[in-house]
């Protein structure tokens, strides 16, 4: 525990509380044992310290959380605190009838605990962090569909890895699904299936960790349930003929008038190999055209760099950009990105007669055409932004130059194939009137820095090597 600081708890001091690299106490000096915990996410939540037992050194010393900042004021949080070290105070130990009410709390009660305190990364290097929103409202929105519906009802303790087996067993025959409309534009639609148990499973075992990290329960029924807790291994790709069809398809619909910030989105998914909401979420300020890079500020694993193809920069530089917005695609009304990529898709894939392919697909035909391509493994990952802790020690060499020629020699087979050119033509590219002459020599530096700038090459350190190759032939041959 840090070392604890004794300061009045008014609401200034409770806002000013900034997070560090560790969790922290403050200690109200005004009321003894009340004080202020605040986790490395920046959380804030209001406890009371005592020692059980009628007190004294050799007594245990307990720990009762009051509750957020936020859901209560400072002054609130200390009133309550002042409750219960009365009942202290009179031989009474909170802590432990809390942990007795709490073994007796049903499923119900234990996710909607969950959602006020244990919506944490559990493991990796993000452990500790409070999930990223979307991913709390879809983890909490499987779990109340599916365990609150069939299992709500038990309570915490009396759940075993049979009734796990049986619940695992029902999501996959589909005894959850339901189609219910809620109101004007708002509808909830609940699937089962082998790859909704999965997931909600593994939402379930986490929530037992949670209950066995707050000393609801001792053990977690999940772990020795005889249950499928891994995913499929996707392996579907696209070959570069079904590239073709994909990217005619998507000419169709940008003719045929459909929104042109969905098809757009999708060719970047194809040409970049990003994940579905890193493209449609992306922001300006996080493209780099100097570097020719994306600079993601908060990808699946954190900051990210991706090296971009030249395919990739041009297509990102012929798009408008809406005054207001900093979003690469803004949404057409309020402050958000656009969100109606999913029936274009569909329509996509249908139209080029892909069906089961996501966008997600794309990705793997990323990493697939650059393995075909011969990029090694360290320039594959460096494109696909990927964090395996395995692969960190190669990964962490791999600079951002020779990552970007990796990704435009990929690309360039991508987006011959969306353009509709499978076989790219080996005839040599007309000369540039730059370089059909030496005189001219600040157009031939130009002209070959806007090349290599395509090609994903440091022009500037050529443009330095050809000034000095000026230099000397301006002087002329030495005379000996």
């Not at 999940?222 to 398809?249: H, I, M, P, W, Y």
């Not at 100097?290 to 297509?315: N, Q």
Request: proline residues 4%.
């Amino acid at each position: 525990m840090a070392k604890r600081v004794g300061v009045a708890l008014t609401k200034r001091v409770v806002d000013a509380a900034e997070k560090r690299d560790r969790r922290y106490f403050l200690w109200d000096s005004e009321l003894s044992g009340f004080g202020l915990r605040v986790e490395k996410s920046g959380a804030k939540t209001f406890i009371v310290r005592y020692r059980a037992e009628g007190g004294g050194r050799s007594a245990a010393q307990r720990f009762v959380t009051i509750g957020r900042l936020g859901t209560l004021t400072p002054e609130q949080a200390r009133k309550h605190a002042k409750t219960v070290l009365g009942g202290v105070a009179k031989g009474e130990d909170p802590a432990d009838e809390r942990r007795a009410k709490r073994r007796e709390m049903k499923i119900t009660g234990l996710i909607d605990l969950y959602e006020e305190e244990g919506c944490v990364i559990q493991r990796g290097k993000r452990q500790g962090q409070p999930m990223k929103p979307l991913t709390k409202q879809l983890t909490l929105a499987r779990l109340r569909n599916h365990v609150v519906a069939l299992l709500g009802h038990k309570r915490v303790g009396e759940l075993n890895p049979g009734d796990i087996e049986r619940f695992v067993r029902d999501v996959t025959a589909g005894k959850t699904n339901r189609d219910e409309k809620l109101g004007p534009r708002r509808r909830i639609i609940v699937r089962g299936g082998e790859g909704a148990a999965r997931k909600v499973v593994r939402d379930l075992s986490a929530v037992f960790s949670f209950a066995i990290r707050s000393e609801i329960v001792q053990r977690n029924p999940c772990e020795t349930a005889a249950v499928r807790k891994t995913d499929n291994q996707r392996k579907r790709f696209l070959d570069l003929e079904e590239v073709n069809r994909l990217g005619s398809a998507l000419d169709d619909l940008e003719a045929e008038g459909v929104n042109a910030k969905a098809v757009n989105i999708a060719r970047l998914w194809a040409l970049t190999g990003c994940r579905r909401e890193e493209i449609a979420s992306l922001k300006w300020t996080e493209v780099n055209f100097v570097e020719g890079l994306l600079e993601l500020d908060d990808s699946k694993t954190g900051r990210s760099i991706r090296p971009l193809g030249a395919a990739a920069v041009a297509l990102l530089k012929s798009l408008p950009r809406e005054v207001g917005s900093n979003f690469v695609f803004p949404a057409a009304r309020g402050d958000s990105y656009f969100q109606g990529t999913k029936r274009i898709w569909a329509k996509a894939i249908k139209k080029a007669k892909l069906p089961g392919v996501t966008p997600h697909t794309l990705r793997h035909t990323i990493g697939s055409t650059a393995i075909s391509t011969g990029e090694a493994l360290a320039l594959t990952g460096a494109i696909l932004g990927h964090s395996n802790p395995r692969s960190t020690a190669i990964y962490a060499h791999v600079q951002n130059d020779p990552s970007r020629r990796a990704a435009n020699r990929v690309t360039k087979r991508i987006a011959a194939a969306l353009a509709g050119n499978n076989q790219p033509s080996r005839k040599a590219p007309p000369k540039s009137p730059a370089l059909a002459t030496l005189t001219d020599f600040d157009g031939l530096i130009q002209s070959l820095s806007d090349r290599l700038l395509v090609e994903g090459i440091d022009a500037a350190r050529v443009k330095d090597i050809l000034t000095d190759m000026a230099a000397v032939r301006e002087a002329g041959p030495k005379v000996v």
